[in-house]
């Protein structure tokens, strides 16, 4: 993805945060994180596959709950349970798919974070056709927006509502020259990842390390001043880096599917977007 592309995605959903969300809420749970220990183990898996035959009772929409429901079908099984166990060990949650590919394919989902300018993001980010869906967590608040045909709707998943913006929230984010969210959205699905060059044909590849965990490294250098690194390990994709010009993306996987979850979500409200003008003005 180019690092203009990303740079707008991050100052428009600043904005939105700072805009339209109040404060003081609590982070959204990370998927698969079940216990709350900030890592994805064993352990998470065997509370999700508890839960899965009701040996562990997590209310709907909770944080245990959401981060149960790996594939975010509003029900925990054992689906999500082996997925769990899988990205326990460093395997792909969906079975062994070349989540690169997934990623080029333009149609994916991928849960993960971008790291810019010594800012740590953990973001989510979906595309299959017209619908687009994007998320990033800031300090204690968690944005979304979702593009659906023409429909565009922001996403606040810590209260878990959404509602189409009003003409106020738009002015704002055009008085501070930004794209609006389609215009990201349709940045995201033509030029995003899908226009990122196959692995075979990597300038050099090499071994290396990357979160932890001994990789293959496929280095891409774009031009003279732009240089791409994909770090798998085997089909999983752990980061990508994007260099330009001393500015420097990177991009952290903790998953990637090919199949998106339900959106908006089947558990989020729907509010009329008014509630929020007292935060803007």
Do not use: H
């Not at 029900?75 to 690169?100: C, F, H, M, W």
């Not at 030029?191 to 280095?219: I, R």
């Not at 903790?254 to 009329?272: E, H, K, M, N």
């Amino acid at each position: 993805m180019k690092n203009k592309t990303m740079k707008a995605i991050c100052v428009f959903l600043a904005l939105t945060l700072i805009c339209v969300f109040p404060a003081g809420q609590a982070l959204a749970a990370v998927k698969g994180d079940v216990d709350g220990d900030g890592r994805v183990t064993a352990a998470d898996a065997r509370l999700a596959l508890r839960a899965s035959v009701g040996l562990e009772k997590y209310a709907a929409g909770s944080a245990k709950f959401t981060a149960a429901d790996y594939n975010s079908d509003g029900k925990i099984t054992a689906e999500d349970a082996r997925a769990i166990l899988r990205v326990s060990v460093g395997l792909p949650a969906d079975g062994g798919a070349n989540q690169y590919d997934i990623l080029r394919s333009g149609r994916f989902y991928m849960n993960g974070a971008c790291i810019m300018d010594g800012t740590v993001s953990p973001m989510e980010m979906g595309v299959d056709g017209s619908t687009v869906y994007l998320s990033m967590a800031d300090g204690d608040m968690n944005v979304g927006y979702l593009v659906k045909g023409k429909d565009v709707y922001f996403l606040n998943k810590n209260e878990k509502i959404y509602w189409k913006p009003n003409a106020l929230e738009k002015a704002f984010l055009k008085s501070q020259g930004l794209p609006d969210a389609s215009e990201i959205s349709a940045e995201i699905a033509e030029s995003g990842f899908s226009s990122m060059p196959p692995l075979s044909s990597a300038d050099s590849v090499g071994a290396g390390t990357a979160e932890g965990k001994s990789c293959t490294v496929y280095t891409f250098n774009l031009s003279d001043s732009s240089v791409t690194r994909v770090y798998m390990n085997g089909s999983r994709l752990l980061a990508i880096e994007n260099r330009t010009a001393g500015e420097r993306i990177y991009w952290r996987f903790y998953s990637v599917s090919a199949t998106l979850p339900t959106l908006p979500p089947s558990d989020y409200r729907s509010v009329i977007s008014a509630v929020f003008i007292a935060s803007m003005t």
